[in-house]
T-cell receptor, first 109, second 113 residues
Framework: GQSLEQPSEVTAVEGAIVQINCTYQTSGFYGLSWYQQHDGGAPTFLSYNALDGLEETGRFSSFLSRSDSYGYLLLQELQMKDSASYFCAVPGGGNKLTFGTGTQLKVEL | DGGITQSPKYLFRKEGQNVTLSCEQNLNHDAMYWYRQDPGQGLRLIYYSQIVNDFQKGDIAEGYSVSREKKESFPLTVTSAQKNPTAFYLC????????????FGQGTRLTVV
């Protein structure tokens, strides 16, 4: 089976940097994705890592270590609009797509 | 515009009634998914489909049924066997095998009274 664990909540101040971790257990690994979801809305894709290392997309970066079954999402220059839930996800065999438990990020002034 | 459409946005049903949630996509994606989300919780996979006329149970399939008669459509029926159906339901689609990005509809909020 597949399981992904994330911290349930993270709080940071505007302008700061925050890291959201994800550890996973999966049979067959193809990559790790990250999604953002604002309250009441649909999840939207942020990034994907298939190989070890850091992928940067503007203020957001994502890191993967396949040997540690671990990844993280790094958000820089936090803004109030970044307050949302963040999910890691792994595609599995037969296109099964499993999401993590989600991390609620609260950005404060 | 290409996208994935769920309808209705809000749905109210009486306990014991079956209800069908619609999901349509015009992205030409092969894979489609249904997830359930409870307040403050993650996304739990109900059913998924790789191709037309084929689908697999996810982690919480009991009390739900699906069909995939057309590539564009993947309706979800919440049956009376589902003991706690009130939730936010999200449909998603993806292109190709082990696709890197899933696209979501805006969701249907089902309330059973």
């Amino acid at each position: 089976g597949q399981s992904l664990e994330q911290p349930s909540e993270v709080t940071a101040v505007e302008g700061a940097i925050v890291q959201i971790n994800c550890t996973y257990q999966t049979s067959g690994f193809y990559g790790l994705s990250w999604y953002q979801q604002h309250d009441g809305g649909a999840p939207t894709f942020l990034s994907y890592n298939a190989l070890d290392g850091l992928e940067e997309t503007g203020r957001f970066s994502s890191f993967l270590s396949r040997s540690d079954s671990y990844g993280y999402l790094l958000l820089q220059e936090l803004q109030m609009k970044d307050s949302a839930s963040y999910f890691c996800a792994v595609p599995g065999g037969g296109n099964k797509l499993t999401f993590g438990t989600g991390t609620q990020l609260k950005v404060e002034l | 515009d290409g996208g994935i459409t769920q309808s209705p946005k809000y749905l109210f049903r009486k306990e014991g009634q079956n209800v069908t949630l619609s999901c349509e996509q015009n992205l030409n994606h092969d894979a489609m998914y249904w997830y359930r989300q409870d307040p403050g919780q993650g996304l739990r996979l109900i059913y998924y489909s790789q191709i037309v006329n084929d689908f697999q149970k996810g982690d919480i399939a009991e009390g739900y049924s699906v069909s995939r008669e057309k590539k564009e459509s993947f309706p979800l029926t919440v049956t009376s066997a589902q003991k706690n159906p009130t939730a936010f339901y999200l449909c998603a689609s993806g292109l190709g095998v082990h696709h890197t990005e899933a696209f979501f509809g805006q969701g249907t909020r089902l309330t059973v009274v």
